[in-house]
């Protein structure tokens, strides 16, 4: 490949006059922005461990009161973006919540997509358009793009999840906003029990639900059941992985992240297709490490990391029993925009 001219090579008076005229040359960055091969990922192998982040919370908790934080969350940034650019990956912000006894956050709603994975404490709740979502460790809860949501928590422990939004993305597109709104009244029933049998939907006089999301929350216990159902008949070797979807259409749950879980038997290492996506790992139970291209985490229950899209990824189980793995990737927002790899 031919090495191109650089800024430098130009007399610094025709640089002048392109600045002037705000144009500039496309040479001296076309391998920048068309690097050979592959792209060239500012999204660094990054972890962040439970261990480290939850003290730091808690002292949060003790330093900034809910009314003067609205949100009071640590933001798992990357390195490699700038941690004031508050991206996990390019399209990925990840953000430790921790929400007290007694405490509320107000509703918003906002162009952002979100969802919450629970990953400690009982007694809090997210009100979604309508619908008392309780949160409990493993479980994921949408509050997808326009709809209204808050947080509320009645028991006695502080409770903690993990927010995955689609905000740099979002916010990229200069889309990003927010609402604030008055609590709402509980209105709706509880989607997750409408949708808990694969295979048949609620069809009242013939008809199907024309929401464009049905199902709000994800309990784990429902979650984990399906991959040991499926654990129990997949030979040995054979992946067991379950996707969120929306369970009328079968397509991805949100229309810019894509996520699912992940079991890893006792024993089992598993290498991950090379796709262009980047990810995001969260342990919910066990231990695993992850290798991303060469550099190795340990993850135990309630760490995260994140990998660029294109790295090759394995996953090791290092508990005695299965470990099961959260994944957040960038697939659905790939997809839609034609850009979607996968080299095997
Ligand atoms: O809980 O609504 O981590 O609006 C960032 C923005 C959480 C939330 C975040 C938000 C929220």
Known sequence: METLGTLEDLPLDYREALTARNLVPLWPSLRAVLPPGRPASKTRPTQWTYAELKPLLLQAGELTPIEKAERRVLVLANPGHGLEKMQASASIYLGMQLLLPGEWAPAHRHTPNAVR???????????????????????????????????GHDGTAPVVWLDVLDLP?????????????????????????????????????????????????????????????????????????????NPETGDDCQNILGYSALMLRPGETLRLPVRSPAMVFHLIEGAAGVDVEGTAFELAEADTCCAPGYAPVTLINRADGPSFVFIADEAPLQKKLGVYECRG
Request: proline share 7%; net charge negative; glycine share 8%.
């Open 169 to 245: 993305l979002v916010y990229y597109m200069e889309a990003s906003y927010v609402t604030e709104g008055e609590a709402q009244t509980v209105t709706a029933e509880a989607s997750e029990r409408a949708y808990a049998r694969g295979g048949v939907l609620p069809t009242p006089m013939f008809n199907r639900s024309g929401r464009r999301y049905p199902m709000l929350r994800y309990p784990w216990q429902e979650v984990r059941a399906a991959l040991e159902a499926q654990a129990a008949d997949a030979p040995a070797g054979r992946p067991v992985q379950v996707s969120y979807v």
């Open 117 to 151: 994975m629970i990953v400690e404490g009982e007694g809090a709740y997210t009100t979604v358009d309508g619908e008392k979502c309780p949160m409990s460790r493993g479980d994921l809860i949408l509050t997808p793009t326009g709809l209204w949501h808050e947080h």
